[in-house]
């Protein structure tokens, strides 16, 4: 199975590349690559394994969807907020889903490999994807949300609730940045800062 996985990624994974296929909410194609080092399961594929903090294929998280470690390990505080400004939101007919929260430490690194592949360099790639070690999503202070209106909702809103958008290239990115009711600082250019 692990052979398949490989061949299918070096077929389709250019042919994505080429087509220019990406996110807005997750920059990288799910379950193209099989596997990482250092995962539990060799043969799992971290974008929808829940126990590295993917999200399953076909499920959409909500902030309230705690029991999946994308949502139940963000920091308490940065949970709490999103939540708030989720329930504030989905008055108003805006809905919140988590497109990426927590993730484990090998994940990141895949993604960061993704990205080193994808843009021909580690530089270009930390533009869009932290190392593990400086990663924000591993250490559960960042989430990533979508759709576009609830990104749109929530640069307009969020120093209500001290959620703001991190990254002035990553719309959905989301961390907190001040108190509530604050004022946010500037987005940073990308995630290299």
């Not at 924000?136 to 749109?152: I, N, R």
């Not at 002035?168 to 108190?179: A, D, I």
């Amino acid at each position: 199975m692990p052979e398949i996985r490989a061949k299918i990624a070096v077929l389709v994974l250019p042919a994505l590349l080429v087509a220019g296929c990406s996110t807005a909410a997750a920059e990288w194609p799910t379950g193209v690559a099989g596997g990482s080092a250092g995962l539990s399961d060799p043969g799992s594929d971290p974008d929808t394994d829940p126990a590295q903090g993917g999200i399953p294929s076909g499920k959409d998280l909500t902030p309230f969807d705690t029991s999946y470690p994308a949502v139940g390990k963000l920091d308490p505080a940065l949970l709490t907020a999103v939540q708030k400004a989720a329930t504030d939101a989905k008055a108003r007919g805006i809905e919140f889903k988590v497109t990426s929260g927590w993730r484990s430490k090998a994940y990141q690194q895949r993604l960061l490999e993704e990205g080193v592949q994808k843009y021909g360099s580690l530089e270009k790639a930390r533009q869009f994807v932290n190392t593990p070690e400086k990663s924000t999503h591993v250490s559960g202070k960042a989430v990533d949300l979508g759709p576009t209106d609830a990104d749109d909702w929530l640069i307009r809103h969020g120093d209500d609730y001290g959620l703001c958008q991190a990254y002035s290239n990553e719309l959905w990115h989301f961390e907190l940045l001040t108190t509530p009711g604050g004022t946010c600082p500037q987005p940073l250019p990308n995630a290299a800062g």
